[in-house]
């Protein structure tokens, strides 16, 4: 019945939805911001333990769409281990993807990330995807205040 | 009764006819902005290739051919609202202008700090803000009285909130956010015997009811002309005419004065004094004939042929598991708010775009609600004169197959 949004609605993403990962608070955070998006109500806090400038671990709690909670499920999982940089770099590769200026994003780069490229056809959507990145950016800055998508 | 005329209506709607994703549209953002009959496109077009002009303006035969039907209009609005005067009936952008106008023509000069003003808790935005601005530049307070589980204003609490500080009572005659229709009457009543004008806005209401002001005996009613199936860019203010006689201009221009020189101004008579600068002439004219096509159908089959629908809307969707609906009041319009277990409203819309089916999917401009009931935001279904109860079915099937698919 739902055919046109299979390109949307992947598995991975029912799935990151239905068993968000890393969903829990990390008491001794190094880094701890707020995402809103206040067009849909999308809420989330992310939390980073760092370790010099590698991101130990990541977590984050809140309550969004199923795209967004995939999203920063997703998220949370692959910038473990991954250095400031090299988290900033997939954030710009992961915004083009979601943003379609680009077709020729490297897809191959975002691993499976790559289930949300989706979004790209559904303008309404993509601030969906992109909340947790903008929040991981400003983390990773060092912003103290909400992060918000509007 | 005479049957309600579905075939004929839906066939006036040409964009009914639209396939979205491939599927037969299935409208149901009606609260948002209604969908438009021939007659008011083909009026649109009609002025701009026959009659146009500007109003009040010119000798020239035109800008009197214009000039008699904006102001033929007015004199539609009037009697559809049962107004006393064409003065009482001042053209706006809609809504939000409507009580913007109110807020800073009637409250800047009559409300001071340590003054009240009234609304509730199921306000859209527009009727929250307007007020907090107002406040800010007088020191007046803004007190809001409380709503139920069921969405409905706790009358009691109303009444006691009208006290001797409140200035001003603004409030939805229908809520957009829930479909709770207020009791209007009672709460005019008691803000009358204390000499409290009443606002009512009236964006939601018009489309669904018959609205008589003088049978509701409000001091402002306001309402936009795009959820009367007119354009967008117009709305009304109605205002009692002593009111508005007794009120300073809103906005400075041409059209709302009589004589200007560098010293003084004098102000021109109601109800130009409130309208500066060019109205949106060609979109007044259309919305009469879109109050003309729904004379024809009549505003009391409109409402008995909505609550059927929302009726049967109602039933079905309490038979969905998971299913929450937001807003249970016993006085209820063609609204249907509703929230499912662990499946956010935006992907509820994203699902439903996909079977061709519209629905509105956020906080519907009233963030105030979406907290109290403690929900980010709902998936809405709110329904006109052309859905059909086929059309609920498609809606109803397409949210348990959303469910399933969510598993
Ligand atoms: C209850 C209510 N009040 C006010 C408004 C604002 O109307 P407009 O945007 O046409 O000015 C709306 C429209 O969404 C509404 O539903």
Redesign the pocket.
Known sequence: MFDDLRDLYQEVIFDHNRNPRNFRIIENADRKVDGFNPLCGDRLTLYLKMNGDVIEDASFQGSGCAISTASVSLMTEIVKGKTEAEAEALFKTFHEMTTGKDEQVNLEAVGKLAVLAGVREYPARVKCATLAWHTLDAALKNEKQAVSTE | MTQFPIDKIRNDFPILNEKIRNKPLVYLDN???SQKPNVVIDCISHVYRHDYANVHRGVHTLSVRSTDKFEGAREKIKDFINAESGKEIIFT???????NLVAQSYGKANIKAGDEILISAM?????IVPWQMLSEQTGAILKVAPINLRGELILDEFIKLIGDKTRLISI??????LGTINPVKQIIAAAHDKNIPVLL????AIPHMPVDVLDLDCDFY??????LYGP?GI?VLYGKQALLESMPPYQGGGDMIRKVTFEETEYNTLPYKFEAGTPSIADAIALGAAIDYLNEIGMGAVAVYEAELLDYATEQAKKIKGLRIIGEAAEKGAILSFVLDKIHPHDIGTMLDSLGIAVRAGH???MPVMDFFEVPATARASFAIYNTKQEIDVLMNGIESLIEVFG
Do not use: V
């Open positions: 609260a948002a902005s952008k809609g809504t939000t202008e409507s009580i306000e859209h935005h527009s009727n939805a005659h229908m809520s957009n956010a806005d009236g964006a939601q306001a309402f936009s002309g795009h959820k967008s709305g519907h401009c009233a």
